[in-house]
């Protein structure tokens, strides 16, 4: 694992050399590559800093005197200048507060003194433009002797130019030194190389755009010469920066030398061992973070590499040499170890991008959720900008004190009720969650109560609602569980009482000593309940297999009519022993649906069967089959023998009887066939029961 490390350091510390090289060649080419010390941006800069001082200070100073004749005093000067403090009873009264109190001679004097002059600046406009023209005088003063001081100090410093110039308008002359010397720099200034010319103030100085304006804006223009020695050069106080300069140039050639020595050794471990930056763990970690996040942790190291690289530039090449920030050389190097493995890393994701696996991604999804409801976004978001806003101007005020005024009101209208109706929304927030923690819990308890028709309402509502379905959930387990209990022991009973006969008469045909007549009578005996406990297993293993759906129908095109016609005739005479009469009403127009034809005449005869057992005997019973919009609908009704209690939906249970004694020889799964067979039509069963009448509605849609 080390030396994988450590060829990484080295692969990494070339890296940064090579974007050194290409950040010197980039920045610094323009100083170095074909140019020389003359041509460097320092040097120029200070060549144009030589001629606008010689020209302001030294070839074209103004004559102090003939700007102060140009001095002119203007009617709005002269206003301004005399209601500067006021109108004249604000400032005679300003002075007689001044001297409030003092009453010796002296300050008596002073004091009108003071008052006549500002009395006869209201009465006399030469006085006033006097008073201006000191003013300007004494500005011009200012100026002048701010320029004496800047050409003494001109003057005094070592620039090491010389220079020879003479007036193009006047003929003046001007020169500092020898011009027959051999120079290292020259620079000549005529009609061909433009005139010296330069504003001839010193923008620097206060009040340099005033005497600009008493001079005028005729500037003159100088031709000539200045120039540099050789000496001076070598040895006078340009030295120093004529060989700073060429060390940096060495150093910038030194760094492209050694960029490019970097790029080829980089090249070489490159090819010679591909295996580099690979780092499981960190990959592994890499990637579990959002795909934006990766692509801006890689471009984030991308910019530090540059960052930390143009600083060792700057060390490098411009300080010398001496100031080489190791720290900052440890951090390229590092993040541009970083860099190498983030690509390896991200590679693989090229092809792969997957939107949804972004930090931006998730954002938008979250601000998507908070205008689901769009009432509780909103408020939330004004809400939220008045706090940040009574904030700020809570800071404010500890800032600038005189926002008081604004903050107070605003607080008292905006701030305090925005807090109060976030108070009461966080409370009643709070009430609704506590509420579904104990729903959570089992706990149903009260209503949850509903305050207006905010969102938080509608939610409590919808909470009330929930409390109400879980409510009837624990009614319809508790039932469940009821019939459940009934429904094992109705099959306990049910299965054994045949089983019982069965084995109790199968007992006595083992005795040899019965006769005949009672061995055939046993057998008839173990016929009977054989075929009541056959029965009774198919009924509740195909009840089974249609309350799993695991049953395919045959659908096929049947004639309802004729099917209800057959199952009436199939019965026609129990029908007639039962002492029950019949009333049928069956239209001789066909009624045709899709329906299984075997399995549709198990509900019509378990319907028949059920009537057959259970209805009061001398009683009348109902069948009807008529067609109503796009239904066929057949009802059949009679009055019950036994009582059936309230709740007529549990007739379908399976082993189910009115007869609760059980002394009948229904097997209790009559109405739960009938019930999966018409459900897994797509058709209705409905029962209803009024006091003793029960009364059974089946519907189908039929082919039109």
């Known amino acids: 694992m080390k030396k994988p490390m450590v060829k990484?350091?080295?692969?990494?510390?070339?890296?940064?050399?090579?974007?050194?090289?290409?950040?010197?060649?980039?920045r610094d080419s323009g100083n170095y590559i074909g140019k020389t010390y003359f041509d460097s941006d320092s040097f120029n800069e200070e060549v144009r800093g030589f001629e606008s001082s010689i020209v302001s200070l030294i070839l074209a100073v103004p004559d102090i005197e003939e700007i102060k004749k140009n001095i002119t005093?203007?009617?709005?000067?002269?206003?301004?200048?005399?209601?500067?403090?006021?109108?004249?009873?604000?400032?005679?009264?300003?002075?007689?507060?001044?001297?409030?109190?003092?009453?010796?001679?002296?300050?008596?004097?002073?004091?009108?003194?003071?008052?006549e002059d500002i009395t006869k600046n209201f009465e006399d406009n030469v006085h006033v433009a006097d008073k201006v023209r000191l003013e300007k005088e004494k500005q011009v003063d200012e100026y002048f002797l701010t320029l004496e001081r800047r050409k003494n100090e001109f003057l005094n410093g070592d620039t090491g130019f010389i220079y020879s110039l003479k007036n193009k308008e006047t003929g003046e002359k001007f020169t500092n030194g020898d011009m027959n010397t051999k120079f290292a720099y020259k620079k000549e200034y005529s009609s061909k190389s433009n005139y010296l010319r330069r504003n001839v103030v010193n923008e620097s100085i206060d009040n340099s755009w005033y005497v600009q304006n008493l001079i005028g804006y005729g500037f003159p223009q100088f031709e000539g010469t200045i120039?540099?020695?050789?000496?001076?050069?070598?040895?006078?106080n340009r030295a120093d920066s004529y060989q700073y300069f060429k060390k940096e140039e060495r150093f910038?050639?030194?760094?492209?030398?050694?960029?490019?020595l970097a790029a080829i050794t980089f090249i070489f471990l490159w090819r010679k061992d591909k295996t580099h930056f690979q780092h499981e763990e960190g990959k592994r970690k890499y990637r579990s973070l959002p795909i934006d996040v990766q692509w801006i942790l890689f471009f984030v190291s991308v910019f530090i590499v540059y960052t930390a690289t143009n600083e060792l530039r700057n060390g490098i090449l411009h300080y010398g040499g001496y100031d080489i920030p190791i720290f900052t050389l440890i951090i390229a190097i590092l993040t541009a170890a970083l860099v190498f493995y983030q690509r390896e890393w991200?590679?693989?994701?090229?092809?792969?991008?997957?939107?949804?696996?972004?930090?931006?991604?998730?954002?938008?999804?979250?601000l998507e959720g908070f205008f689901l409801k769009r009432t509780i976004g909103v408020q939330t978001l004004i809400m939220l900008i008045v706090i940040f806003f009574w904030g700020f101007g809570t800071m404010m005020v500890f800032w600038e004190p005189s926002i008081i005024i604004v903050w107070i009101p605003a607080t008292i209208l905006i701030g305090i009720p925005v807090l109060m109706f976030l108070l009461s929304r966080m409370s009643y927030l709070n009430r609704i969650m506590m509420k579904t923690e104990e729903m959570a819990r089992g706990v149903i308890g009260n209503e949850v109560e509903v305050r207006g028709k905010s969102p938080i309402a509608e939610h409590a509502a919808s909470l009330n609602g929930l409390r109400d379905r879980i409510k009837s959930s624990h009614s319809e387990q508790a039932k469940s569980e009821r019939l459940k209990t009934e429904l094992i022991t109705n099959v306990s009973h049910d299965l054994r009482t045949p089983l019982t006969s069965i084995i109790t008469y199968t007992d006595l045909l083992k005795n040899p000593s019965i006769t005949d007549e009672e061995r055939s009578s046993y057998i008839a005996i173990l016929d009977k309940k054989s075929m009541r406990l056959k029965t009774l297993i198919e009924d509740l293993f195909e009840v089974s297999k249609m309350a799993t759906g695991n049953i395919e129908l045959d659908k096929r095109k049947v004639d309802l009519t004729q099917l209800l016609q057959q199952a009436i005739a199939e019965h026609q005479e129990d029908i007639d022993k039962s002492g029950l009469d019949y009333r049928v009403a069956i239209g001789t127009k066909p009624i045709m649906s899709y329906v299984d034809g075997q399995k549709w005449w198990r509900v019509l005869d378990n319907l028949i069967i059920n009537t057959l057992k259970y209805a009061l005997p001398n009683t009348?019973?109902?069948?009807?089959?008529?067609?109503?919009?796009?239904e066929a609908i057949f009802v059949i009704k009679n009055i019950a023998k036994y009582e059936l209690g309230n709740d007529v939906n549990e007739l379908t249970e399976r082993f189910k009887r009115a007869d609760t004694s059980r002394?009948?020889?229904?097997?209790?799964?009559?109405l739960a066939i009938a019930q999966s067979i018409v459900d897994l039509h797509g058709g209705s069963l409905r029962m209803e029961v009024d006091g003793d009448l029960f009364k059974v509605t089946v519907k189908i849609a039929v082919i039109i």
Do not use: C, P
């Open 252 to 260: 910038f050639f030194g760094i492209l030398i050694l960029g490019v």
């Open 663 to 670: 002394h009948t020889d229904g097997s209790g799964l009559g």
């Open 620 to 630: 009348r019973v109902y069948i009807n089959l008529d067609q109503v919009d796009g």
């Open 227 to 236: 120039a540099i020695s050789e000496a001076s050069i070598k040895n006078g």
């Open 8 to 26: 990484d350091i080295i692969l990494s510390l070339l890296a940064v050399m090579m974007v050194l090289a290409i950040l010197t060649l980039i």
């Open 346 to 366: 991200l590679k693989v994701d090229f092809e792969s991008f997957d939107w949804k696996n972004t930090l931006l991604y998730s954002w938008f999804k979250s």
């Open 73 to 115: 005093v203007t009617t709005e000067e002269i206003d301004e200048h005399r209601y500067r403090f006021g109108s004249l009873q604000d400032q005679l009264d300003s002075i007689k507060y001044q001297y409030e109190g003092r009453t010796d001679d002296a300050s008596i004097a002073e004091r009108n003194k003071k008052m």
